[in-house]
């Protein structure tokens, strides 16, 4: 796998990301660098699951970490059958030319039950590209 790809499976639910730098929208003499990132969520398993909620881990080059909490992504709680996608794009600035991603979502049964589905970590540099998605 590419350092700025992750691809990640806890109870049938698949989180696939790529990262990209975006040199035309960022500012390095300004130390402002800008990332944007790809995340397809696939329901692999045999049950139901909605998203709830998300945390993020951004990590920069001088080990300074911002967490990043909320309801969904991007104002959607998208809900997974099995053999359903989500594919969403979103956005990170950092302050330096390379840092670390990572997290989870909170994902939910019919019955209520919730978990955690990792997003495992993975890099944001100038080097890294956007992967075409596959299934």
Not at 41 to 65: C, H, M, P, Y
Not at 96 to 119: N, P
């Amino acid at each position: 796998m590419e350092t700025g790809h992750s691809d990640f499976t806890t109870q049938g639910i698949r989180v696939r990301v790529s990262a990209q730098f975006v040199p035309e929208r960022s500012d390095p003499e300004h130390r402002q660098f800008l990332f944007v990132y790809k995340v397809r969520i696939s329901n692999q398993g045999e049950r139901w699951a909605k998203l709830r909620s998300r945390r993020w881990v951004i990590t920069d080059a001088f080990g300074e970490t911002e967490i990043v909490e909320g309801p969904g992504v991007i104002g959607e709680e998208p809900e997974l059958e099995p053999g359903m996608s989500h594919e969403y794009m979103s956005g990170c600035p950092l302050r330096t030319s390379w840092g670390t991603m990572e997290g989870h979502y909170v994902m939910q049964r019919e019955d209520g039950e919730t978990f955690e589905a990792k997003i495992g970590r993975f890099f944001l540099t100038e080097k890294t590209k956007l992967q075409k998605s596959t299934t």
